[in-house]
């Protein structure tokens, strides 16, 4: 777009979406393809980088008058792409509460680009899962732990509240407050609570939908993220303003934009600091020389460990009764001096079979490292907490701030890194993407003004379109993630 001041700073598109009444059962694809557009503008001008553009998504009934009665609370996605050049950046969906959406993108690079809307849930169907929430606080998903008594083996239930059990069996309560923690297990007979034993995932409660909801869930109840959006023909985007000019050093604290980034032939350019890149081992090797990573949290954060296991050539060790799935696991390049560290967090943890005593609370991990500038502690959690309320999730992410807090008190300079939830498929009323943003934006909240780094993977993930969500992303997106993390442990 031409820098004419006689012109608009954005160009705008009115989409027409004819839908049924709130009360319809009509299912999720249903919905997505009763969606019609007609362009207010022709794509007849050439934009340049750093231009702002804007799509007005409207909902309009049968009569063509305008209804919040259609798609009021959607949860949509916007990106923008360049799917060739594997370029592409995240949009920003504004609702404005009365049926109609604004999706905001930047121009970051040059080329032909393709715009993004996505429905991944209607507010039908945001509906159902806030109320199996309500109706199912605790039972969607189940633990046990079992022990071993010569040749036999004794299983109890576990969970995040003993209301979950019969109320005539004793409990065991492995509550720890100091870490936002509740956790309690059927006591078995003749067995002390003290006794060691083996946590694992037991089962999911796929009964929790009325008769005749599943329509809004696609098949296998994942959720399918509709593409309600489509441009009849790219635009063209020429030079312009160089978007990374003037950018920061790393340094932890630093504030992160609603469009931090963006990718540019597979590689993450960050708006918020100059990254790093690296192109041999021998570069990852000197940025980490002399290192200690302490890596905690789920399987999200235990991609950044073997990852850097690979990139740097070192042995992965499994701890004594550890497995690869949860840890301990210990890594040393004994040339440069590099010590990377994994371990999963506490329950609840879906998981197979791991002793008790291997897991522990992350508050607890926090408050056994000394700190000092050559340590990094990352921490996600996220993943297995999106079939519980918040409000357990929210504990959990206050105790882990204090102890953060307290880490800094004893060393101020040791770096903490917090890696956000990435985009995924799953089973909708358990772990996709509406109940996992809903905990990434309470993390966000809760981290909010301290001294840490945020690795935003959730942008990451959303701004590329050559993948398909997954809970665990490609490697080359987790190798963007660590070259952001080592941008702070190194900066330019």
């Known amino acids: 777009m031409n820098q004419d001041e006689s012109k608009q700073p954005y160009v705008t598109e009115k989409r027409s979406i004819y839908c049924k009444s709130k009360e319809s059962p009509m299912d999720e694809e249903m919905y997505a393809n009763q969606i019609r557009s007609f362009l207010e503008f022709q794509y007849n001008e050439t934009f340049i980088i750093g231009d702002i553009l804007r799509i007005v998504v409207s909902v309009e009934g049968n009569e063509g008058n305008l209804t919040s009665a259609c798609n009021v609370g959607d949860y949509l996605r916007a990106s923008i792409s360049s799917v060739k050049t594997k ?84 409990i065991c309560d492995y509550s720890d407050p100091h870490a936002g923690a509740s956790w309690y297990c059927e006591k078995a007979s003749n067995i002390s609570c003290n006794t060691p034993g083996y946590h694992s995932y037991l089962s999911t409660n796929f009964s929790l939908l009325r008769n005749g909801e599943e329509v809004r869930f696609g098949r296998g109840l994942k959720g399918i993220k509709w593409k309600v959006y489509a441009s009849p023909s790219p635009i063209k985007v020429i030079g312009g303003l160089d978007p990374l000019a003037n950018r920061t050093r790393c340094k932890p604290g630093l504030p992160t934009n609603q469009i931090s980034g963006f990718y540019e032939d597979r590689v993450w350019n960050s708006l918020v600091c100059q990254n790093r890149h690296f192109s041999s081992q021998s570069e990852w090797g000197k940025c980490l020389r002399g290192k200690t990573l302490h890596l905690m949290g789920d399987s999200t954060i235990r991609q950044w460990y073997e990852h850097l296991v690979e990139i740097l050539n070192i042995t992965n060790s499994i701890l004594p009764e550890g497995n690869r799935r949860t840890g301990p696991m210990l890594a040393r390049d004994t040339i440069n001096n590099i ?25 607890n991990v926090i408050d056994k490292i000394d700190g000092g500038p050559n340590d990094v502690v990352g921490i996600t959690v996220w993943a297995h907490f999106t079939s519980y309320p918040v409000d357990m999730y929210r504990e959990r992410m206050e105790a882990i701030r204090a102890a953060i807090q307290r880490l800094h008190q004893r060393n101020p300079k040791t770096l903490v890194v917090i890696k956000s939830a990435n985009t995924q498929r799953g089973y909708a009323l358990i772990g996709a993407d509406w109940l996992a943003r809903e905990l990434d934006l309470i993390m966000r909240k809760t981290f909010k003004g301290m001294r840490v780094v945020l690795v935003d993977a959730w942008e990451m993930t959303t701004a590329q379109q050559w993948y398909e969500d997954e809970i665990h992303p490609a490697s080359d997106i987790i190798i963007q993630e660590l070259e952001f993390l080592c941008s702070f442990v190194c900066p330019l």
Not at 94 to 116: E, S
Not at 341 to 352: D, I, N, S, V
């Open 87 to 170: 370029s592409g950046a995240v949009g920003i969906i504004t609702d404005h509460g009365n049926g109609t959406y604004t999706a905001t993108f930047r121009l970051l690079w040059a080329g032909d680009v393709h715009m993004k809307i996505q429905l991944v849930h209607s507010h039908q169907a945001i509906d159902v899962i806030k109320r199996t929430v309500m109706e199912h606080p605790i039972d969607k998903v189940m633990f046990q732990k079992t022990y071993t008594v010569g040749k036999d083996k004794i299983y109890t239930r576990c969970n995040v509240d003993p209301a979950i059990f019969n109320k005539t069996t004793p």
């Open 339 to 363: 010590t990377v560290q994994f371990r999963a967090h506490g329950p609840p943890l879906r998981c197979p079979s791991t002793p008790t005593f291997h897991l522990e609370y992350v508050t």
